[in-house]
């Protein structure tokens, strides 16, 4: 059980373009999800935190208008990095909270690696 | 603020030996959850092991157990029979209360089991 994934693993794109990153959540319900990013070899840095329903909070310094995260249902969470550019290359993690059955303990997706040329 | 410390960016240990990885933690919380992740070269962030901040008794998942000290603010975490699978970055990490609480990392430990 609590089995998060992420699509695309990895996606390359030109700059200027945007780019959708879904988290879903496959046997549990998720009223939060978390997204992450992750620098090579650092620790995880988290974006912003959304729940479903409602607008996602974001952390201090994180643009919400170049990172529009959306949480329609209880099982999907997308984030979308608009007009991308080659900073915004990294590794993106999502993760979700079992609400019900899983208390505080949130589960990772696989991640997607993003690379802006 | 809440803060995670791990004080020890890398460590090895020998296959079949144990190895402790140490973390410490900061909280004005009365009640929180400490948990350990474990991210292999394939990135996926496993979890590994849970504390509540309100059992004394500590957590032990197989050859994975904790070392919870709550007066201390100490969560170390110890590997019995190591296997080479055990390779990975490790994290402490410290969450709050509640759906929406972050949880706050360490900066990680690399461990390196050697053959």
């Known amino acids: 059980g609590a089995v998060v994934s992420q699509h695309p693993s990895w996606v390359i794109c030109k700059s200027g373009t945007s780019v959708k990153i879904e988290c879903r959540s496959l046997?549990?319900?998720?009223?939060?999800m978390f997204w992450y990013r992750q620098f090579p070899k650092q620790s995880l840095m988290l974006m912003a935190t959304?729940?479903?329903?409602?607008?996602?909070?974001?952390e201090q310094g994180v643009e919400k208008d170049k990172f529009l995260i959306n949480h329609a249902s209880l099982t999907l969470s997308t984030l979308t990095v608009t007009s991308a550019h080659p900073e915004d290359s990294s590794f993106y993690i999502c993760?979700?909270?079992?609400?019900?059955?899983?208390?505080?303990?949130?589960?990772f997706g696989p991640g997607t690696r993003l690379t802006v040329l | 603020a809440q803060t995670v410390t791990q004080s020890q960016p890398e460590m090895s240990v020998q296959e079949a030996e144990t190895v402790t990885l140490s973390c410490t933690y900061d909280t004005s919380e009365s009640d929180y959850y400490l948990f350990w992740y474990k991210q292999p070269p394939s990135r996926q962030m496993i979890l590994v092991i849970r504390q509540e901040a309100y059992k004394q008794q500590n957590a032990t998942e197989n050859r994975f157990s904790v070392n919870f000290q709550k007066a201390a603010k100490s969560f170390s975490l110890k590997i019995s029979d190591s296997q080479l699978g055990d390779a990975a970055m490790y994290f402490c990490a410290l969450g709050g209360q509640g759906g929406s609480e972050k949880l706050v990392f360490g900066k990680g430990t690399k461990l390196t089991v050697n053959p």
């Open positions: 959304s729940n479903e329903g409602s607008k996602a909070t974001y």
């Open positions: 046997d549990f319900q998720a009223t939060t």
């Open positions: 993760s979700a909270r079992d609400g019900v059955w899983g208390g505080d303990t949130q589960y």
